[in-house]
């Protein structure tokens, strides 16, 4: 019994060490797809972005495992829930008052979004580049108040996970 848990314990040492790894090109054709699929959520004002980590205020780097934080874009109206993503606690829903898409020559995205709800104001700059897929860094520099970091995947709304909390302000 004791030889048997020991060729077991042996067999689940060994085994891993022995599983594919990604070649590089295999990592960049998926860091292609997931950037080619985030510029078209972009195009399409079809996305959220629930932040993986932020910069706090008093300037340290923090993971974020919370669903309950995302900034997102649903076609005309763009929706924030968070302290960090936005500067309040509320569920926020704004119309964009501008939302542009630029992708310069070696793929950089970068999108501006300007928000005026009535308790979310300010500017948004998202950017993504094809090494990074759909990987996103977020600078919210709000009307009033302190800038926020943030960055993310970018993903399409029907494929997220995250809890909007109903009555948005």
């Not at 960090?84 to 829903?93: I, K």
Request: charged share 25%.
């Amino acid at each position: 019994m004791r030889k048997g848990l020991v060729i077991l314990m042996a067999m689940l040492l060994v085994v891993p060490a022995f599983a594919q790894k990604k070649s590089k090109a295999e990592k960049e054709a998926e860091a292609k797809q997931a950037y080619e699929m985030a510029l078209e959520c972009f195009n399409n004002k079809d996305w959220v972005l629930v932040p993986s980590s932020y910069t706090s205020l008093d300037g340290t780097y923090e993971s974020n495992i919370e669903d309950t934080y995302f900034l997102s874009a649903e076609k005309t109206q763009f929706f924030s829930q968070g302290s960090f993503v936005c500067g309040n606690s509320y569920t926020n829903v704004a119309d964009g008052t501008e939302y542009t898409v630029d992708v310069d020559k070696k793929g950089k995205i970068t999108v501006i979004l300007r928000v005026n709800g009535n308790y979310w104001k300010g500017t948004y700059k998202i950017t993504a580049s094809p090494k990074t897929g759909n990987e996103a860094d977020v600078i919210f520099t709000p009307q009033n108040g302190d800038t926020r970091r943030f960055s993310g995947p970018i993903v399409p709304v029907a494929g997220a996970k995250y809890t909007k909390r109903s009555s948005p302000k």
